[in-house]
């Protein structure tokens, strides 16, 4: 049975067909997909594994805020977001978001925004398991604000 519901934590493999799925829709011309992945190396440390834990109920609560804010800024804006916990091999899929939009510029500026507040406030936290040691990470918050308006930096 496929799940139907447009914000997920899950410890099964991410499905990127079912999640944009959640967001097709006829007015929509253009669909960002963001698929974020465990990459072999990280800051010149091999990656063996990666382990993701949730606050559940409020991972989904702030993945909602996070599609609020995108329809406050891209009106009409269909979001759909996942992501796994448990854990996850190099190539797995952590994170998939799908952004629906009439037309293309949004769609990449809500994507871009759908990622970084991810990252910025859902309470997700990321075990890196290295070759020689390991680190819990909290938020991700980079030197990018996608709270301000005008911010593109990558």
Request: hydrophobic share 40%.
């Amino acid at each position: 049975m496929a799940d139907n519901r447009r914000f997920l934590i899950t410890a099964e493999p991410l499905s990127v067909e079912g999640t944009l799925a959640k967001v097709r829709h006829p007015h929509c011309g253009a669909i960002n997909l963001f698929v974020g992945t465990v990459r072999e190396l990280t800051h010149g440390k091999i990656t063996t594994h990666l382990e993701y834990e949730a606050y559940e109920p409020m991972a989904v609560k702030m993945m909602e805020q996070i599609a609020d804010e995108i329809d406050q800024r891209w009106p009409g804006t269909r979001v759909a977001m996942a992501h796994r916990i448990g854990r996850l091999e190099i190539e797995d899929a952590a994170v998939v978001i799908a952004v629906a939009t009439p037309h293309r510029a949004a769609s990449y500026e809500a994507g871009r925004y759908a990622i970084e507040r991810l990252k910025e406030i859902v309470p997700i936290w990321k075990k890196e398991n290295w070759s020689d040691g390991t680190e819990w990470m909290g938020h991700q918050q980079g030197p990018w604000d996608p709270t301000k308006p005008g911010s593109s930096e990558v």
